[in-house]
């Protein structure tokens, strides 16, 4: 799965993710300097503007907020057909 925070749109990040659906959060771990912002825990708060990622086929995108700093945006793209996606959809808030 790859991360992006919002103000390095084009700035994507391989992570590893742990989905917590009972607390609606996305715990990730990463590799290298580059990755440290985009460690710690995210609240998954819905679906991104259309302006904010170009259209992939077979690929959604998932908008989520630090845990620790709200103020801190960040973009999860995952492969459509995986079984995280399902559960991704159903964490979003109504």
Same mark, same amino acid.
């Given at each position: 799965?790859?991360?992006? /925070? ?14 917590? /659906? ?47 700093? /709200? ?21 979003? /808030?109504?």
């Amino acid at each position: 799965m790859s991360l992006a /925070p919002d103000d390095q749109m084009l700035s994507w990040r391989e992570v590893r993710m742990i989905i917590t /659906p009972q607390r609606r959060t996305v715990l990730t771990r990463s590799r290298g300097a580059k990755g440290v912002q985009l460690r710690g825990e995210w609240t998954v708060i819905g679906i991104p503007h259309s302006s904010h990622v170009a259209p992939e086929y077979g690929v959604l995108h998932f908008a989520v907020s630090s845990s620790l700093h /709200p103020e801190r945006l960040a973009i999860i793209a995952i492969p459509e057909h995986s079984a995280s996606s399902t559960v991704l959809k159903a964490m979003i /808030p109504n």
